[in-house]
């Protein structure tokens, strides 16, 4: 098998490029079907934290959503990697309030928001991050009612025989196309299950997400992921990031995921498209430009929603007295 990288983003700082991220990226249909790629589409990666819409739909089609009565922003919530912003705290609290259950209950360990505001103001009151603060802190909650829901511990609900756990990776591997046995599971930064697979099984399990194959409680459940968030964006990740801004620009034509060290997937769901890219190196600053690029390039994006996503297809790069030095600078072609 060629794993061999292109290069995905440039780095230029005067008249030099001074940095090269390579990559790859797959786009197919929700039969399978290759549309476009760069690079080697069977480049084996971990999803990372674009699992969460996997992981969601399990919570939707078992029925625990609606037995604790989930609306849809909490259920856009579980898909998330948030800012902790009061509004992402307060959802991730009605969640488990709605469970029964209080804060200690999620595993996912504390970190302080992402959102700078919101972590100064944590830290001028005086307060510690908290599990509810951890940008996954809506996925464990969605855990810890799937597990409630299935009569199933809530003490150990991170384990990968669990059944929450072994729950997810089926929707996963169902939705990419692979078997459970081939999954190649790693732990992720809040603890629990994390999947590796060839990269266009990640870009098909969001072709399938946007465009179910059959009728039933499954498809019920990814319109109900898609269409939360659709409604609700900024439960996704939150004030200045991509992600929310990239379906309040397409107005919910596409919704994206980003995972760590430089993974992102893509549904089209009119469309019945789904695309994967990896950063090889997982390098964050050149993930969003290369995927804005690769948007453009397909024509999923036209030129005023580029407009719209300007600011993260080629950011300047600023020295510390804030004079622009540079540009990261997207440039590849789909074959």
Known sequence: MNNQSIPLVSVTRGGLVECVHRGHIAVVDAEGRAVASAGEPAFATYARSAAKLLQAVPVVASGAAARFGLDASELALLCASHNGEEQHVEAVARILAKLGLAEDALQCGAHPPYHKASAAKLRDSGERPRAVHN???????????????LGASLDDYKRPDHPVQRAMLASYASFAGVAEADVVLGVDGCG??????????????????????????????????????RAH?????????????LIRVTRGRIVGKMGAEGVFAVTVPDEGLGLALKIEDGAQRALYPAVVEALLRLGWIDAAEGEGLAAYHRPPIHNWGGDEVGAIVPAFDLR
């Open 233 to 245: 964006p900024e439960m996704l990740a939150g004030t200045d990031r991509f992600d929310t801004e």
């Open 135 to 149: 940008n996954c802190s809506g996925k464990h909650a969605g855990m810890l009612a799937l597990a409630k829901h």
């Open 192 to 229: 629990v299950p994390v999947y590796g697979a060839p990269l266009a099984s990640l870009a098909l399990a969001y072709a399938r997400l946007g465009a179910p194959r059959a009728d039933g409680p499954e498809a019920d459940a990814c319109r109900a992921v898609v269409s939360a968030l």
